[in-house]
């Protein structure tokens, strides 16, 4: 097994154990930084290789079956009659060798106009080693996983519509006691509700065209907590994703897709603390932290992701900050192979997470096999930094078409 410090847990929990999104910016209150955080951040991680060679965009993209991350109703526009994927993704690799992501997804088509879909994802954090005194201590391996299930319908000729269900466990310290609390397992469950809409058009006289656009409001849930003796709990990331694509039938063998996605978290921004001369939290008489600029977090699951479109402490430009954009192409020949691009861009003040990815994808009668490499556009560490992720599907449909020739 491998080491690792105990610190490494602190910081993977910290989040959720210390409230650190309920106090807001305590320091540098000039720096303007004030990242949002959440509880099981890794639903938010990019499962697939084919939207992840895209730049993370995949809300309008053309079906699949890795599409209940991004989207639930495009299951209802799915080609195939029976599908199932297998996604690996490891993580922290240039840190560390045993984190990674596994997925696994399943969509059936019911009728012309219903799908059903589920899919599994589950995130172990490796061999991370527990101390009570700094030199005895005890090997854990700390896990995440969520489970979702949809029903997706067509509900007119173009338009799509889903809702989702999940349930989430998240088991990151095992029971152990930290900073003098008892810790628990973290249970939530959320929905998504998603709409999708395509169309063939007539835009270009010479080239067949079709446009789609798709709206997905991910993780509507209560709120998570690890520690048996504190009733604060944390939001779980309630996301908005929204976004078109344009696909062009270049001709009978060429094929290209250009998709844009806009990301905004549904959770309430950290308000600015009152400080004092020496960059000290000031408490009123009930010994809170007063807000100097912004609104409390301290509200329900709706009202969080009401107030989180007008919270911000410096105003309207900061909600604006608070969007990140995902940009995609994909070019097909004949079907059966594909390159893939994309950049995904998030402001310096809200975690600046800023990457270009590459991919690329083959189809052979049953099988597809994607993978997908991201390039940082700082020399920081990215997660996924030099990493190659891949995606496996295979099709029972074609399976069943290939039997029959």
Known sequence: MKFKFFIAALLIISGSMMQAQNYGNLSGRNSGLNVITTAVPFLMIAPDARAGS?????VSSEPD???????????????????????YSPWLRNLVPDINLAYVAGAKRIDDMSTVAASLRFFTLGDIFFTNDGITGVYYRPSEWAFDATYARKLTDNLSGAVAGRFIYSNLTLGQNVQGAETTAGISVAADVAVYWQKNVNWFSDIGSNFAWGINISNIGNKMGYSKSSIKKDFIPTNLKMGPTLTLELDDYNKMAFSIDINKLLVPSPPRILL?????????????????????????????????FYDAPDGFGEEMRELSFSVGTEYWYNDVFALRGGFFYEDQTKGNRKFFTLGAGLKYSVFGLDFSYLIPVDSRNNPLQNTLRFALTFDFDAYASANKK
């Not at 890795?66 to 009659?81: G, L, Q, R, T, V």
């Not at 939290?281 to 100097?292: E, K, T, V, Y």
């Open 65 to 87: 079956v890795y599409s209940m991350h991004w989207n639930p109703a495009k299951f209802a526009e799915i080609k195939s009659d029976l599908s199932i994927g297998l996604a």
């Open 54 to 58: 895209m730049g993370d965009a995949g």
């Open 276 to 308: 004092d001369s020496n960059a000290r939290p000031i408490l009123d008489n009930s010994g809170n932290f007063i807000i100097q600029d912004g609104k409390s977090n301290e509200v329900s699951v709706v009202g969080g992701m009401l107030q989180s």
